[in-house]
């Protein structure tokens, strides 16, 4: 069976439909509606067989499932090289905000010195879902024992105006207060990101339940 074959024996037209709901940016006639949990076994597949390569060389894909499925194939290369040089020729083609998110590469936990550089490299781009890819790379991996007090600056310091770049932005944020408060409130409390992105990361925060009651509502006096 082909990946297209895979696909179309596993779609489920109501999923479909609140597909195309949550990601409008693109052509709806590109979503067939397969669930996430599927997708990943097809991808277990196509990361096992021959054809892995051809797949990942066959750019760019025709379908949403295409692209996830490709993101998560990537993500099982267990050689770090071999992995972020696939992250690099992939992320031009990445087109909305699941595909940038769904996907964790393994390869990077281990690696942290390594992708630092690419890191930087992503969050600078002028595409919007590389930029998003780096940021929530950052904020995955760098929010832990490898943090350092720069990092916010790299994410505060990114300017764009598109939606789902701030969003990512305030995500970073909200999870920053969630993980290194004392280091993160100065951002709110001198109000560094712009007054979208700086209400709506409070919201996250505040609804989240990895922030304390006490923070959450000094957080809410900074609004």
């Known amino acids: ?59 760019p894909h025709r379908y949403y499932e295409e692209n996830l499925i490709h993101f998560f194939v990537i993500s099982l ?53 590389t930029a998003r890819f780096g940021i929530r790379m950052l904020m995955n991996e760098f929010l832990g024992e490898d943090f350092r007090e720069e990092y916010l600056d790299l994410v505060a310091n990114k300017k764009g105006q598109d939606y789902y770049l701030k969003m990512m932005v305030a995500w970073y944020f909200a999870t920053a207060l969630a993980k290194k408060y004392d280091e993160t409130i100065p951002y709110f409390e001198k109000h560094e990101l712009d007054e979208w992105t700086h209400k709506k990361a409070i919201q996250k925060a505040v609804e989240s339940y990895r922030v304390s009651d006490d923070h959450k509502e000094y957080l809410k006096s900074l609004k």
């Not at 297209?4 to 052509?27: C, G, H, S, T």
């Not at 996907?103 to 936990?109: E, G, I, M, Q, S």
């Open 1 to 59: 069976m082909t990946i297209y074959d895979w696909l179309m024996e596993a779609k489920d037209d109501a999923y479909r439909e609140f597909q195309v709901k949550l990601v409008p940016n693109i052509p709806s006639e590109t979503i067939l509606g397969v669930r996430t949990p599927e997708m990943r076994k097809i991808a277990k597949e196509v990361y096992g067989s021959p054809e892995r390569e051809a797949f990942l060389n066959d750019l």
């Open 77 to 129: 290369i267990r050689d770090f090289d071999e992995c972020v040089q696939a992250v690099e020729a992939f992320l031009p083609y990445v087109n909305c905000w699941p595909v940038s998110d769904q996907a964790t590469p393994k390869a990077f936990a281990k690696n942290h010195q390594k992708l630092l550089p690419y890191i930087r490299k992503w969050i600078a781009s002028d595409h919007v879902y």
